[in-house]
């Protein structure tokens, strides 16, 4: 009987300390994520300042609502990943190329305007398009990651401006980017066919890059897909477009269907990284669907003139390519601003023709920090935490 009593006993306190691992294990799997440091790789989504340093500064009125100076940033203000840094409490991203008043202890920013994932075979003032491609930033990212460390050991100065070796493991590793490569098809005069058909090889691209941070030790990565660029003005005011193409919201509905393709793509691709890389967290986000219902119930939402840009000038959408936000041009020796703001950018969604206001920003990423537009569904300051499904 004693024997009986004892060993009922004990399998009732284990049973009471396995609960209690389990309560634990759970607590710790919710617990916050403290990321110390972010790193972010894209194109004008998410630049803070990358091509302004290589290539020359955003002209003013950019910058107008928040930093009161352009600040390297294609919006009157703050970006989803300004929104993102200021959610952790961390200071806004430099831009890795900024030589000047830089400070890269939280973490350093790699996107540049008019970034791509592939290498485009031509160059700036061809194409417009950045050459500081995905696989350039994961360059400057993998030198920056051991000679940070160099430099740390070498002078105390760097200690104040360089992250910890410790923080590449912690950090979060944000991406958004791929718009620039769909587009970029269609510049060249690419069919949706022809631009579908490389889709894959974007993917190919970008898991590659990813599957290099995390060989370099990166663990948490937040991917936004990419959005409705058939609803930006410089989309449907340059590319022919027929009236059967365009949706009822307004929008040219080929550029869509193939954003929703790369997206596709782009989350079976995540899927598949999940599988390749087992202590990887990674979160897919759905961007596309937050900025297209923005833009579809503007009213609602507190937001007029959805597809008409608020800097620029002229046209249906106000914008013109050869005259941007902040552009001038000169009659009889006196400059003239042609692209010049709108009186209101906080009701408005649209900054100069490609990118979003701060408002629209601010909007995003409201919708997606609860985890409501992601996969798996967790909140940004979980997304240090991997889901096993
Ligand atoms: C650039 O050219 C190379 C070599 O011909 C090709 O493999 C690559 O796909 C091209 N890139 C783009 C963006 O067209
Ligand atoms: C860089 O930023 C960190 C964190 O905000 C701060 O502690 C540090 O003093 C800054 N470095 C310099 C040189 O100002
Ligand atoms: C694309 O087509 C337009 C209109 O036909 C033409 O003006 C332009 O030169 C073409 N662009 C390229 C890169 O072939
Ligand atoms: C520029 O100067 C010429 C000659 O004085 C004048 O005819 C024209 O109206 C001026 N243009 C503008 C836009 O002021």
């Known amino acids: 009987m004693e024997l009986l009593h004892f060993l009922r006993s004990a399998v009732c306190s284990l049973f009471v300390l396995v609960s209690l691992l389990n309560v634990s294990a759970q607590a710790l ?35 107008e609502t928040y930093f009161h100076t352009p600040s390297g940033r ?43 994932i592939r290498p ?14 995905c696989n350039v930033q994961f360059y400057q990212y993998y030198g920056f990651r051991t000679r940070s460390q160099i430099a740390r050991k070498r002078a105390q100065v760097f200690e104040q401006l360089l ?40 993917l190919g691209q970008l898991s590659y890059i990813i599957k290099s941070i995390y060989d370099q030790g990166g663990r948490s990565f937040w991917i936004h897909n990419t959005g409705p660029v058939g609803c930006l003005p410089y989309i449907l005011d340059r590319l022919l477009i027929t009236a059967g193409q365009i949706d009822s919201v307004g929008c040219a509905s080929p550029f869509n269907e193939v954003a929703q393709y790369f997206n596709l793509k782009l989350k079976e691709a995540v899927a598949q990284l999940r599988k390749n890389l087992p202590l990887a967290a990674i979160t897919y986000v759905d961007v596309y669907s937050v900025k297209y219902s923005l833009i579809s119930d503007a009213k609602k939402n ?13 046209g249906k959408y106000n914008y013109n390519r050869h005259v941007g936000c902040g552009g001038k041009i000169t009659v009889n020796g006196t400059q003239i601003l042609l692209g010049s703001s709108c009186k209101d950018p ?44």
Not at 302 to 314: S, V
Request: hydrophobic share 35%; with cysteine; glycine share 10%.
């Open 346 to 389: 906080s009701v408005r969604i649209n900054w100069d023709g490609v990118h979003f206001t701060e408002a629209a920003n601010k909007f995003v990423f409201d919708q997606i920090v609860d985890g409501s537009y992601s996969d798996p569904p967790i909140p940004l300051k979980m997304a240090c935490h991997r889901q096993n499904q």
């Open 29 to 63: 799997a919710l617990s916050q994520c403290e990321f110390p440091a972010i790193f972010n790789f894209g194109d004008s989504n998410s630049d803070t300042g990358g091509l302004s340093a290589a290539f020359g500064q955003v002209s003013a009125p950019a910058g």
């Open 302 to 314: 507190g937001f007029e003139h959805p597809l008409r840009a608020c800097c620029g000038h002229g």
């Open 163 to 202: 992250p910890k070796d410790e923080y590449f493991n912690k950090a979060l590793y944000t991406f958004d980017i791929g718009q620039n490569d769909l587009t970029a098809g269609y510049f060249v005069n690419m069919t949706t066919d022809e631009v579908t058909a490389y889709v894959p090889d974007l």
């Open 74 to 116: 294609y919006s009157d203000g703050r970006l989803v990943i300004d929104f993102i840094a200021e959610s952790f409490g961390l200071p806004y991203l430099s831009a890795y190329l900024d030589a000047v008043g830089s400070n890269f202890t939280h973490g350093a920013n790699f996107a540049t305007a008019g970034s791509t």
């Open 120 to 133: 485009q075979n031509s160059s700036l003032s061809q194409s417009g398009f950045s050459p500081i491609s």
